[in-house]
């Protein structure tokens, strides 16, 4: 096995491990009978966001692309689903889910029928699945913040932190080896935010684990 089809591999597993921590927020949407307390948006976006790299993919005949995002988009379209069952706000929901088709249908109609098949609509398309890609990745920032401004780290999930590093990294370098800067360039983000992350953790987990030590002594 040569090092891309080992990144392939990599891209995979991670990738997929990524996309199964919304199976977390489906089993809780079930046990309570309730989408209260659970985020719907990052369904919706990330769906959008696999959509968009499956047709990359497609147009470039990466199967590494394709069979990530395939199951990406099922797993997404699986929590959406289950979100729209549970969930009490039924027409704001209804109403993003309509947009996000909306915006589906004017994309595929812009890369399909506006933009002549060859490198210029491979090239479009990469790099609005690029720029989507980082804005998803920098979203969080204003949570890193929060978190900066409070001091704790209660809000982060570490597994999906690990899980962001590792999917961000070997995307990362499989873009670089296949010199395709659209896979390479909008991942990096999602390494140093998960740098970032990390080092939040350890920071403010110290100075809570700090906190618990002075008040077990008091006691």
Known sequence: MDFLQLLSCACIIFTVGMFTTGLTDLKKMKATQSADNVQFLPFLTTCLNNLGWLYYGLLKGDGTLMSVNIIGAFLQTLYIITYCHYTKDKRRVYSLTLAMVSVLCVGWVYFTVLIPPGEAQLSQL????S?????????????LLDIVRTKSV???SFSLTVATFFTSTSWTLYGLQLHDYYIMVPNTPGIFTSIIRFFLFWWFGAVMSNKSSYKLIQI
């Open 126 to 129: 990469g790099l609005t699945c």
């Open 131 to 143: 720029v989507f890609t980082i804005s998803m990745y920098l979203s969080p920032l204003a949570d």
């Open 154 to 156: 209660e809000r982060l």
